[in-house]
């Protein structure tokens, strides 16, 4: 059973900017594609950005795409979002995946979820 523990979410002024961390045990995490989503409030979530199981491969949401990145750490078992020029309306729990299906590039069935952080940009 795979564990995802997310951190480094906060208030920030618009303009600033935030790296969460998502943590991951019990599989290994270098087989599978990883995803951060949002939801805030009186939303759905929201898809934000994915890695592949080929580091190489990214995938962003236009509202984010050029301001963040998505990266990892294999040794550390750990997923970032480094997020620049955050806006109020970036305002929402961020959460990491993890997809269901090893040794895929493009998740369709995210298996396990983190409890998320909130971010809250002011204006």
């Known amino acids: 059973q795979v564990q995802l523990v997310e951190s480094g979410g906060g208030l920030v002024q618009a303009g600033g900017s935030l790296r969460l961390s998502c943590a991951a045990s019990?599989?290994?995490?270098?087989?599978?594609?990883m995803g951060w989503f949002r939801q805030a409030p009186g939303k759905e979530r929201e898809f934000v950005a994915a890695?592949?199981?080929?580091?190489?491969?990214?995938y962003y949401a236009d509202s984010v795409k050029g301001r963040f990145t998505i990266s990892a750490d294999n040794a550390k078992n750990t997923v970032y979002l480094q997020m620049n020029s955050l806006k109020p309306e970036d305002t929402a729990v961020y959460s990491c995946?993890?997809?269901?299906?090893?040794?895929?590039?493009?998740?369709?069935?995210?298996?396990?979820w983190g409890h998320g952080t909130q971010v809250t940009v002011s204006s």
């Open positions: 995946a993890v997809c269901g299906t090893s040794y895929t590039n493009n998740c369709n069935n995210w298996g396990s």
């Open positions: 019990g599989r290994t995490f270098s087989r599978y594609a």
């Open positions: 890695r592949g199981w080929s580091a190489t491969i990214t």
